[in-house]
């Protein structure tokens, strides 16, 4: 699987974002999810989708302002991101992992095997 992370940049608090995350060679249910690291600061998990798209996790920072979702072809996971505040800047990685559950998501960084390449998201006070 390969995983293409896309759509970062550098913007003002208050203002929106979309990372998107294009997944090819694809043969089998997957669930992805996003992390972010920030300089000095261990991985974490932001928001995670199972393959149906019926559940989502988010992390406690996160929740209310960003929303994960698949495209219509289950390719393609997409992160909007509103409110962005300045603890919020971090390199964003997609990652995802087979699976035989399509309602299960996974939300800790050993749980997946393919990473995209990150996506920088900065977030100027």
């Known amino acids: 699987v390969q995983l293409q992370a896309s759509g970062g940049g550098l913007v003002q608090a208050g203002d929106s974002l979309r990372l998107s995350c294009a997944a090819s060679g694809i043969t089998s249910m997957y669930a992805v999810s996003w992390f972010r690291q920030a300089p000095g600061k261990e991985r974490e998990e932001v928001a995670s989708i199972s393959w149906s798209g019926d559940n989502a996790h988010y992390a406690d920072s996160v929740r209310g302002r960003f929303t994960i979702s698949r495209g219509h072809g289950k390719n393609t996971v997409n992160l909007l991101m509103n409110s962005l505040k300045p603890e919020d800047t971090a390199l964003y990685y997609c990652?995802?992992?087979?699976?035989?559950?399509?309602?299960?998501?996974?939300?800790?960084?050993?749980?997946?095997?393919?990473w995209g390449q990150g996506t920088q998201v900065t977030v100027s006070s």
């Open positions: 990652a995802a992992r087979s699976t035989f559950h399509p309602d299960s998501v996974y939300v800790c960084p050993s749980d997946f095997k393919s």
